[in-house]
């Protein structure tokens, strides 16, 4: 059950950043707070924070570019079914 | 050289990638689909994300289809999160088993890395922690994949900017654990090690002795970008947007010297993307790399012989 709750911690500190500041801040504090275990307290509090940076700012950026593809498919099938529509209403006159 | 049949010696022309069945394709992207079908004499395979077609419309899965039935496929997916101590998804698995039956890929491939946990979407690959626990989680989910796909995922490592936390094993131990605990094959990704290996301070032609030759069939090569870190250090970020760099081709020649597999090579291009000939051209010097190390491999056989 830890190692599952230790990757919902790590997905949280990647994703949320005030989850990550609070991290930063007291690293062992909030692992204990999500009922990691001791062993687990101690390596956080040896997290590699620039790389905990990095890679939170990428996984963001995936994210945001991942929107703005959904965005699009869904506007594209939304003009897509407009014109086909019209086109159909078109031919029946 | 050797001798033909009237005693004659005859210059043999060694070609040491077509001895070995090696191939090299191009990831499909839509962006550049008018191009790839202009150059399919150059390129042996495409490789598909599959994730971008389980809810897409039926024409588009049709399609796909009719791309499979004119050029090797594989589909390549990056969403199930296969690397967790949770279970996988039995619905992501569903959607895979689904565009199997009906693309029919070569094969079909996914990453060892977790993509979501405790409700929270990533939204890109992670690194787990790499323990004992996350070898059994991920050799179980792998199981399952297996069992409900029908054929076992090609698994590809991936790259990261931090070194996971409480990890306690090195990234080629850990890799080999689940290799052997799933029976899986490998998808070596060379920017990844690459990338890794100067974020993480190892020697990535000592990574390649370390994993399984055996296990290597498929390889991605790609470019990235340095970026700047917080403390003026730079750290190498795998972004696909740049051309494969002169360090990933030396590793396709090692790992070309060192498998005893017949090796599928990838070229991953996500963006910005350059002129076709470009992409021709990378995929020829990847071509080069392997008929390198092959070539290699064959001298080293003849020597132990």
């Known amino acids: 059950m830890s190692a599952r709750a230790f990757e919902s911690f790590l997905a949280r500190i990647y994703v949320d950043a005030g989850a990550r500041a609070r991290f930063r801040e007291n690293p062992r504090a909030e692992a204990e707070r999500a009922g990691l275990s001791d062993a687990e307290c101690t390596a956080l509090e040896n997290t590699d924070f620039v790389g905990l940076e990095m890679t939170a700012r990428s996984f963001a950026r995936k994210r945001q570019m991942k929107q703005q593809k ?4 869904s506007a594209t099938r939304l003009l897509r079914r407009f014109f086909t529509d019209r086109l159909a209403l078109f031919r029946r006159r | 050289m050797a001798e033909d049949a009237e005693g004659d010696v005859v210059v043999v022309e060694a070609d040491p990638m077509n001895a070995f069945h090696d191939k090299v394709g191009l990831g499909w992207r839509a962006d550049l689909a008018a191009e790839i079908f202009s150059h399919l004499d150059r390129i042996d395979l495409l490789e598909v994300i599959a994730d971008d077609f389980f809810s897409a419309p039926r024409r588009k899965v049709r ?6 039935s004119q050029v090797p496929v594989v589909l390549h997916g ?13 619905k992501l698995l569903e959607n895979m088993a689904r565009l199997v039956e009906q693309v029919r890929p070569q094969f079909w491939s996914e990453h060892l890395a977790f993509v ?9 690959l992670a690194a787990p922690p790499r323990t004992a626990d996350t070898v059994n989680g991920a ?4 199981s399952r994949a297996s069992r409900l796909i029908g054929s076992k995922p090609i698994m590809e490592n991936i790259a ?16 080999s654990a689940i290799l052997a605990s799933a029976d899986c094959d490998l998808l070596l990704d060379l920017h990844n090690v690459y990338a890794n290996g100067l974020n993480h301070g190892y020697d990535p032609k000592k ?11 498929v390889i991605h090569i790609a470019g990235g970008e340095f970026i700047s870190a917080p403390d003026g250090r730079q750290r190498l970020l795998d972004d696909h947007l740049h051309d494969v760099p002169d360090p990933v081709f030396e590793l396709l020649e090692e790992a070309a010297a060192i498998s005893p597999n017949p090796l599928t090579v990838i070229l991953e291009r996500d963006g910005a993307y350059p002129s076709m000939d470009c992409l021709l051209a990378q995929i020829e010097q990847a071509r080069q790399a392997l008929a390198r190390g092959r070539a290699r491999r064959i001298a080293l056989q003849e020597v132990l012989v």
């Open chain 2, 139 to 142: 050799a179980q989910n792998l």
């Open chain 2, 78 to 90: 990056v969403g199930m999160g296969l690397a967790s101590c949770a279970p996988v998804e039995t």
């Open chain 2, 207 to 217: 990574f390649l002795r370390q994993i399984p030759s055996a296990r290597m069939g």
């Open chain 2, 116 to 124: 979501r946990s405790g409700g929270i979407e990533i939204g890109h």
């Open chain 2, 63 to 68: 399609a796909l289809k009719t791309l499979s």
């Open chain 2, 160 to 175: 990261t900017l931090i070194d996971p936390p409480a990890s306690t094993l090195s990234e080629s131990a850990w890799i």
């Open chain 1, 70 to 73: 959904g965005f699009l498919i």
